[in-house]
């Protein structure tokens, strides 16, 4: 949702900076937590080779994230009405901050890599190891370098700024990061799970699930008071800029919001495109992240602009999904390629698993052969056995190939 607070005075240059820079930071966003989920999939990769299966019940489960979102909506406005509002606000704050203080601290960690050159900080890395007294489990496992130390030093300031101040510029350091935490781990948690014959993780649950949360947005926007109550809470739920800023600085009286929703929810569908299409290693090198990316973008801003020129909040979801939906989908029709698109399952992945199913199965083959040797009588007639038989023509086929079983020459090895 994307909304004006106290619209009564309109800026019109406010408005447009406001805007631009609310729309920068999703973008920012979106490319720092897409470019995280690709370092993420190659660890996964890595540890978990198993596919976690899952009976076809579990699809309501999928589907319903709406109805589990409006649960939450309708308990935290529920709370609002009983305990208050700052009260409330105050326990999202923590909660917030407690959440977003590491990936916060990585996000300055990585930034500080790319800007500060190696010989003006020399880095070095660190273990640190806490053990049970028996030693039978590890208590604290973890290594790190010095500019993850800067970057924790940094976010525990930013936090601690945030805490005391409620300032918007700490309030939208936190927010990027729980979108940034948003985006990575719901593509992490529905990694390598399979409800019946479809992957969680596969473009087209995440395009079904778009849809819902579009009626979902529309709904609790259009016909109740609750999402305009939620989204006032002064935690980082929204990322916020002062459309007033040239008049009273960078202290809020008015401001425009966006809703880490509308961050999050588009955001998980263009870090999947961008794996499609490094997966798919075609010519049409980041086509469909380029044109998903750029939907998103031009979705937002006509939100934005609708949002201005009537005054009033509006589901960012209505414009940003159709068009994230609609664009891609039509590229791959237009190629050929929507059947591979939206049941995309990880094409380099399945490629090893097939690989390496077909060398289990050549492994078993051998087995059984080794177990259950052929007899002469099955042989060819024209082929000879005995003691006196002539060398392989073939000069690749000789006793020294490499081709060749040195237990038996009979067996061909894969």
Same mark, same amino acid.
Request: net charge negative; proline share 4%; hydrophobic share 45%.
């Given at each position: 949702?994307?909304?004006?607070?106290?619209?009564?005075?309109i800026?019109?240059?406010?408005?447009?900076?406001?805007?631009?820079?609310?729309?920068?930071?999703?973008?920012?966003?979106?490319?720092?937590?897409?470019?995280?989920?690709?370092? *993420?999939?190659?660890?996964?990769?890595d540890? +978990?080779?198993?596919?976690?299966?899952?009976?076809?019940?579990?699809?309501i489960?999928?589907?319903?994230?709406?109805?589990?979102?409006?649960?939450?909506?309708?308990?935290?406005y529920?709370g609002?009405?009983?305990?208050? +509002?700052?009260?409330?606000s105050?326990?999202?704050r923590?909660v917030?901050?407690?959440?977003?203080?590491?990936?916060?601290? =990585? @996000?300055?960690?990585?930034?500080?890599r790319?800007?500060?050159?190696?010989?003006m900080?020399?880095?070095?890395?660190?273990?640190?190891?806490m /053990?049970?007294?028996?030693? #039978?489990?590890?208590?604290?496992?973890? =290594?790190?370098?010095?500019?993850?130390?800067?970057?924790i030093?940094? @976010?525990?300031a930013?936090?601690?700024?945030?805490?005391?101040?409620?300032h918007?510029?700490?309030?939208?350091f936190?927010?990027?990061?729980? @979108?940034?935490?948003?985006?990575?781990?719901?593509?992490?948690?529905?990694?390598?799970? +399979?409800?019946?014959? *479809?992957?969680?993780?596969?473009?087209?649950?995440?395009?079904?699930?778009?849809?819902?949360?579009?009626?979902?947005?529309?709904?609790?926007?259009?016909?109740?008071?609750?999402?305009?109550?939620?989204?006032s809470?002064?935690?980082?739920i929204?990322?916020?800029?002062?459309?007033?800023s040239l008049?009273?600085?960078?202290?809020?009286?008015?401001?425009?919001?966006?809703?880490?929703?509308?961050?999050?929810? $588009?955001?998980?569908?263009?870090?999947?495109?961008?794996?499609?299409? &490094?997966d798919?290693k #075609?010519?049409?090198?980041? &086509?469909?992240?380029?044109?998903?990316?750029?939907?998103?973008?031009?979705?937002?801003?006509l939100?934005? @602009?609708?949002?201005?020129?009537?005054?009033?909040?509006?589901?960012?979801?209505?414009?940003?999904?159709?068009?994230?939906?609609i664009?891609?989908?039509?590229?791959?029709?237009i190629?050929g390629?929507?059947? #591979?698109?939206?049941l995309?399952?990880?094409?380099?992945a399945?490629? /090893?698993?097939?690989?390496?199913?077909?060398?289990?199965?050549?492994?078993?083959?051998?087995?059984r052969?080794?177990?259950?040797p052929?007899?002469?009588? /099955?042989a060819p007639?024209?082929?000879d056995?005995?003691?006196?038989?002539? /060398?392989?023509s073939? $000069?690749?086929?000789?006793p020294?190939?490499?081709?060749?079983?040195?237990?038996?020459?009979?067996?061909?090895?894969?």
């Amino acid at each position: 949702m994307c909304s004006l607070l106290s619209p009564s005075w309109i800026n019109w240059a406010g408005l447009v900076t406001a805007s631009s820079n609310l729309l920068m930071m999703a973008m920012i966003a979106i490319i720092f937590a897409s470019s995280s989920f690709l370092d *993420m999939t190659k660890k996964l990769k890595d540890e +978990e080779k198993t596919i976690k299966k899952f009976s076809s019940k579990y699809t309501i489960v999928a589907m319903c994230s709406p109805l589990i979102l409006s649960c939450y909506l309708v308990g935290v406005y529920v709370g609002i009405k009983t305990s208050g +509002e700052e009260n409330l606000s105050r326990v999202f704050r923590f909660v917030a901050v407690w959440i977003g203080l590491f990936p916060l601290a =990585s @996000a300055v960690a990585r930034i500080s890599r790319f800007i500060i050159p190696g010989f003006m900080v020399k880095n070095q890395e660190y273990h640190a190891l806490m /053990e049970s007294k028996t030693g #039978s489990h590890k208590i604290i496992d973890m =290594s790190f370098d010095r500019f993850e130390i800067f970057g924790i030093i940094v @976010a525990g300031a930013i936090g601690g700024w945030y805490l005391m101040t409620h300032h918007w510029i700490a309030n939208n350091f936190f927010g990027l990061a729980l @979108a940034h935490v948003g985006i990575t781990e719901i593509l992490a948690c529905v990694w390598n799970v +399979e409800i019946g014959a *479809m992957r969680l993780n596969s473009i087209a649950i995440n395009c079904i699930v778009l849809c819902g949360l579009l009626v979902y947005d529309v709904f609790w926007v259009f016909r109740t008071e609750v999402l305009k109550t939620v989204s006032s809470l002064q935690c980082p739920i929204t990322i916020v800029f002062p459309y007033d800023s040239l008049e009273h600085g960078y202290w809020i009286e008015r401001s425009m919001k966006l809703g880490l929703g509308d961050i999050v929810a $588009p955001g998980t569908l263009i870090a999947q495109m961008l794996r499609y299409d &490094l997966d798919k290693k #075609s010519g049409s090198k980041l &086509l469909y992240f380029g044109v998903t990316f750029a939907s998103y973008v031009l979705g937002l801003i006509l939100a934005f @602009a609708v949002c201005v020129g009537y005054q009033n909040g509006q589901p960012a979801l209505l414009y940003i999904v159709p068009l994230c939906l609609i664009v891609p989908l039509c590229v791959a029709l237009i190629r050929g390629e929507i059947a #591979s698109l939206l049941l995309n399952r990880d094409p380099v992945a399945e490629g /090893e698993n097939d690989a390496n199913a077909s060398l289990v199965e050549r492994e078993q083959n051998l087995q059984r052969d080794d177990e259950d040797p052929p007899s002469c009588s /099955e042989a060819p007639e024209n082929e000879d056995f005995g003691a006196g038989a002539d /060398e392989p023509s073939d $000069p690749t086929l000789g006793p020294n190939s490499p081709m060749v079983s040195e237990e038996n020459s009979i067996y061909i090895q894969g």
